[in-house]
C-alpha cells in the first residue's frame, strides 16, 4: 500500500526529532551555552528544576524499596512464629523446671503478688524465659 | 531492555542513582535540550515529563544502563525509545508483503499472521485509529508549518530532504554543493527554528 502525504509527514516529522536532537548530542559545550544563552536559559536553574525532579523520584524509589524490604522481612518473621503455647501448659512446664532453677542458682523466680498467679503473670514469665534462651519457643508444644 | 554484554555489565539501580545525582548543569541543560527535541507527535506536556519518565524506567530496571558506554548518551536514548514509542510506530500498520497474504501454517511455530484478519492481540480499538488518524494530520499540519517557515531558506530545504531520504551529511553536501560550514549553520538554523515554531528545543 502506497504511503500517503500524511504517512509521509509523520515519518519526516518523526525523522528529524531524531536527527536534530542527536545534533543536541554532539553540540560541544561552548555551543551549548551560547544556544542556552541565546534562549535566555539559565543552565543552573533548568538544571535545578530537572535534578530536583530526578531527586525526588529517587528518593521516593528508595522509600519504596526500603518500605518492601521491611515487608518482606515482616512477612518472613510471620511465618516463623510459633503460635504461643496455652497458659496451662506454660504453667506446667515452668513448674517442671525445679531443675533449672537448681542448676542456675543465679536463676530465681518471684512474683510481686501473692501466690497466685495471673494466665498474663505466667505468659510473662514464660517470654522471659524464651528471652533469655532458656526454653524454646517449640518446647511450648503438648508431648 | 537487556544489556548486550559487548557494552558491559549493566550498572546496579544504586549506581545509576548516584550518577543521576552527580551529573553537572551543564549535563542537564543538555539532556533537556534533547527531550525537548524529541516531544513532537508525544503526549508529554514538557521535557521534564519525559525525562521523568525515562529516570522511573531506570530505578524499574526495564531500562538498564551497559557500565562499558556513558551514562549520557545512554540515558538520552532511552528517552529517545521513550518518545519514539509514543508516537506510536505508525508506519507498520498499513503495509504488508505480498509473502504475507501466504495462507498461514497452523503448525509451524512460524505461522504468519493472517495480515487482512491481523494478529488478533494487535487489532487496533476504534479509539486508538481516531488517535492515530488525528496524529497524522497533525504532523501533516505541523510538516507543513515548518516547510512554510523555510520557504526561502533552500539551505535548510536541501538539509531537510536529506533528513527525509536518509541521507548522510556528506551526501547532501555533494548533492546540493554546500560546504561543511554551510551545511552544519543550515543544520542548525533548521533545528533552532523548529525549537522555536513549536516551543519543542526550549525548556521550562
Same mark, same amino acid.
Given at each position: 500500500m502506497k504511503k500517503s502525504k500524511v504517512d509521509r509527514s509523520l515519518l519526516v516529522m518523526s525523522a528529524l526529532s531524531a536527527a536534530l536532537a542527536d545534533d543536541v548530542l554532539s553540540l560541544s559545550e561552548s555551543e551549548l551555552h551560547h544556544e542556552l544563552r541565546e534562549d535566555k536559559i539559565d543552565p543552573a536553574f533548568t538544571a535545578a528544576q530537572l535534578r530536583c525532579h530526578a531527586l525526588e523520584q529517587i528518593a521516593e524509589f528508595r522509600r519504596k524499596r526500603l518500605q518492601d524490604a521491611r515487608l518482606s522481612l515482616g512477612s518472613q518473621i510471620d511465618r516463623e512464629k510459633v503460635v504461643p503455647p496455652e497458659t496451662a501448659i506454660v504453667h506446667q512446664r515452668i513448674c517442671a523446671m525445679r531443675a533449672l532453677f537448681v542448676a542456675k542458682p543465679r536463676l530465681s523466680l518471684a512474683f510481686r503478688e501473692g501466690r497466685v498467679q495471673s494466665d498474663a503473670d505466667w505468659m510473662s514469665v514464660w517470654d522471659n524465659l524464651l528471652e533469655l534462651g532458656l526454653v524454646r519457643e517449640d518446647d511450648g508444644s503438648i508431648d | 531492555m537487556e544489556s548486550n554484554g559487548r557494552y558491559g555489565p549493566p550498572a546496579t539501580i544504586e549506581a545509576i542513582c548516584s550518577t543521576i545525582q552527580s551529573l553537572t548543569d551543564l549535563e542537564w541543560s543538555r539532556i533537556g535540550k534533547f527531550a525537548g527535541e524529541h516531544l513532537w507527535g508525544t503526549d508529554f506536556q514538557s521535557p521534564d515529563a519525559l525525562i521523568n519518565e525515562t529516570v522511573s524506567r531506570f530505578l524499574a530496571g526495564s531500562r538498564t544502563w551497559p557500565t562499558g558506554v556513558a551514562f549520557l548518551?545512554?540515558?538520552?536514548?532511552?528517552?529517545?525509545? =521513550?518518545?519514539?514509542?509514543?508516537?506510536?510506530? =505508525?508506519?507498520?500498520?498499513?503495509e504488508f508483503q505480498v509473502s504475507d497474504l501466504v495462507p498461514p501454517d497452523i503448525e509451524s511455530d512460524n505461522a504468519r499472521n493472517d495480515p487482512v484478519v491481523g494478529d488478533a492481540s494487535k487489532v487496533d480499538s476504534a479509539e486508538s485509529c481516531v488517535l492515530r488518524e488525528e496524529r497524522r494530520q497533525a504532523a501533516a499540519a505541523d510538516l507543513e508549518r515548518l516547510e512554510d517557515f523555510f520557504k526561502n531558506d533552500d539551505e535548510v530545504k536541501w538539509v531537510l530532504m536529506g533528513i527525509e531520504d536518509g541521507l548522510s551529511a556528506a551526501d547532501v553536501q555533494a548533492i546540493s554543493g554546500m560546504s561543511k560550514t554551510i551545511y552544519e549553520t543550515a543544520r542548525t538554523r533548521l533545528r533552532r527554528g523548529r525549537a522555536r515554531l513549536f516551543r519543542t528545543g526550549g525548556m521550562s
Amino acid at each position: 500500500m502506497k504511503k500517503s502525504k500524511v504517512d509521509r509527514s509523520l515519518l519526516v516529522m518523526s525523522a528529524l526529532s531524531a536527527a536534530l536532537a542527536d545534533d543536541v548530542l554532539s553540540l560541544s559545550e561552548s555551543e551549548l551555552h551560547h544556544e542556552l544563552r541565546e534562549d535566555k536559559i539559565d543552565p543552573a536553574f533548568t538544571a535545578a528544576q530537572l535534578r530536583c525532579h530526578a531527586l525526588e523520584q529517587i528518593a521516593e524509589f528508595r522509600r519504596k524499596r526500603l518500605q518492601d524490604a521491611r515487608l518482606s522481612l515482616g512477612s518472613q518473621i510471620d511465618r516463623e512464629k510459633v503460635v504461643p503455647p496455652e497458659t496451662a501448659i506454660v504453667h506446667q512446664r515452668i513448674c517442671a523446671m525445679r531443675a533449672l532453677f537448681v542448676a542456675k542458682p543465679r536463676l530465681s523466680l518471684a512474683f510481686r503478688e501473692g501466690r497466685v498467679q495471673s494466665d498474663a503473670d505466667w505468659m510473662s514469665v514464660w517470654d522471659n524465659l524464651l528471652e533469655l534462651g532458656l526454653v524454646r519457643e517449640d518446647d511450648g508444644s503438648i508431648d | 531492555m537487556e544489556s548486550n554484554g559487548r557494552y558491559g555489565p549493566p550498572a546496579t539501580i544504586e549506581a545509576i542513582c548516584s550518577t543521576i545525582q552527580s551529573l553537572t548543569d551543564l549535563e542537564w541543560s543538555r539532556i533537556g535540550k534533547f527531550a525537548g527535541e524529541h516531544l513532537w507527535g508525544t503526549d508529554f506536556q514538557s521535557p521534564d515529563a519525559l525525562i521523568n519518565e525515562t529516570v522511573s524506567r531506570f530505578l524499574a530496571g526495564s531500562r538498564t544502563w551497559p557500565t562499558g558506554v556513558a551514562f549520557l548518551p545512554c540515558f538520552c536514548n532511552a528517552m529517545k525509545s =521513550i518518545a519514539n514509542g509514543e508516537r506510536g510506530l =505508525i508506519r507498520h500498520d498499513y503495509e504488508f508483503q505480498v509473502s504475507d497474504l501466504v495462507p498461514p501454517d497452523i503448525e509451524s511455530d512460524n505461522a504468519r499472521n493472517d495480515p487482512v484478519v491481523g494478529d488478533a492481540s494487535k487489532v487496533d480499538s476504534a479509539e486508538s485509529c481516531v488517535l492515530r488518524e488525528e496524529r497524522r494530520q497533525a504532523a501533516a499540519a505541523d510538516l507543513e508549518r515548518l516547510e512554510d517557515f523555510f520557504k526561502n531558506d533552500d539551505e535548510v530545504k536541501w538539509v531537510l530532504m536529506g533528513i527525509e531520504d536518509g541521507l548522510s551529511a556528506a551526501d547532501v553536501q555533494a548533492i546540493s554543493g554546500m560546504s561543511k560550514t554551510i551545511y552544519e549553520t543550515a543544520r542548525t538554523r533548521l533545528r533552532r527554528g523548529r525549537a522555536r515554531l513549536f516551543r519543542t528545543g526550549g525548556m521550562s
